[in-house]
């Protein structure tokens, strides 16, 4: 009997789980919508629309330094100057994870460097995967934190990373 009763309590709490891990989060329900426009700002170049998606004090973080950049204007900047360095950037989300007023995603980005930047264009391809969080605040994006691999990225476009050289050289 005490094995029947265990068994039942052990399947119920499995079933429990099961089921509301395959629903959707109210969570994602709310954010992803917003999310969908803001990757859209990054693969497109065009921002329609942005002061509904980006909060007034948005600030991006990016690696090495995650130095703040603030403002949709600063942003759309930053969007534009990548844009311009690699025409084709694209970025494809491989996986969302919702919190009530966060989102980590796992996301790949691939480019050509045909354009000016902040080195001349090299014509090279680049694929780099890397992460963010994004905070959201008032119903809109507040922050976003990118890390990715920089040494990968400049590697696949042929820069080298050369030791500095010692006294003995």
């Not at 999310?35 to 090495?64: A, S």
């Not at 534009?80 to 995603?105: C, L």
């Not at 000016?116 to 605040?137: L, N, Q």
Request: glycine share 8%; hydrophobic share 40%; net charge negative.
């Amino acid at each position: 009997m005490k094995f029947l009763i265990r068994s039942i309590i052990i399947f119920s709490f499995l079933a429990a789980l099961f089921l509301t891990g395959c629903t959707k989060s109210k969570h994602s329900e709310k954010l992803y919508p917003l999310l969908e426009k803001y990757v859209e700002y990054w693969n497109t170049g065009e921002f329609m629309g942005i002061e509904g998606t980006l909060h007034p004090d948005f600030e991006l973080r990016m690696t090495p330094e995650f130095r703040p950049e603030k403002g949709i204007d600063t942003f759309q900047e930053n969007v534009i100057k990548w844009r311009t360095a690699y025409p084709d950037f694209h970025i494809d989300i491989k996986e969302w994870v919702f919190d009530s007023d966060k989102v980590a995603g796992l996301w790949t980005i691939s480019a050509t460097n045909t354009g000016p930047g902040t080195h001349p264009p090299t014509g090279k391809h680049i694929k780099v995967m890397g992460m963010s969080i994004i905070h959201f605040e008032e119903g809109k994006i507040r922050d976003e934190w990118i890390a990715s691999n920089n040494l990968l990225w400049m590697t696949q476009l042929g820069f080298k990373l050369i030791p500095p050289k010692t006294d003995s050289e």
